[in-house]
């Protein structure tokens, strides 16, 4: 689940950054989700070597719908168990550099997802009543600072969608 430690951050480059993950999880049966809390990071590519395979994944924002690993607005990546493995993780961004990683309990992502989800319903709700209320208003006083305001808060809020991962195909 989530923690209180900090994200992995570089600033702005465009550098390809490698980390290498030990995973024991001889002990547990139900798989992992290797969760990146980040919705815009360009590309991902994680490794998963075991003793037996080796398996590759892709995910990112630019990356095709049907070639990520998970269809989901955030990164995900269903992590085997009841075994040791080695985890080999290539990102790269264009923009800011933060990787967030999680590592969650398939139930628990999804009731937290829920939650989440909840939220952001709630938020975007009132983010499109508050767009049409100044709609009404700017039809019927026709003044240019409802139609500013207008403006603001409708960027604004496609700002946030995409920021928070809503604007990609998922």
Known sequence: ????????????TEHAYWLRLELDSRARTKPYLLHIDY?????????IESTVTSTQF?????????????????HLFLIPTGEVTTLWLR????????????LWDEVEFQKAQGYDMLYHG???????ALIFFNG???????DRAFACFLGLVTSVG???????????DQ
């Open 58 to 74: 892709v995910n990112g924002f630019l990356v095709a719908p049907e070639d990520k690993s998970i269809a989901h607005r955030h």
């Open 39 to 47: 919705p815009t990071f360009d590309d991902l590519r994680l490794t």
């Open 122 to 128: 709630l938020y975007f709700g009132i983010w499109l």
């Open 1 to 12: 689940g989530k923690t209180n430690a900090k994200a992995l951050s570089f600033g702005f």
């Open 136 to 142: 009404v208003m700017l039809l019927v006083f026709k």
């Open 158 to 168: 496609i700002f946030q969608l995409v920021a928070l991962g809503f604007g990609a």
């Open 91 to 102: 990102a790269t961004n264009t923009g800011s550099f933060q990787l967030p990683l999680l």
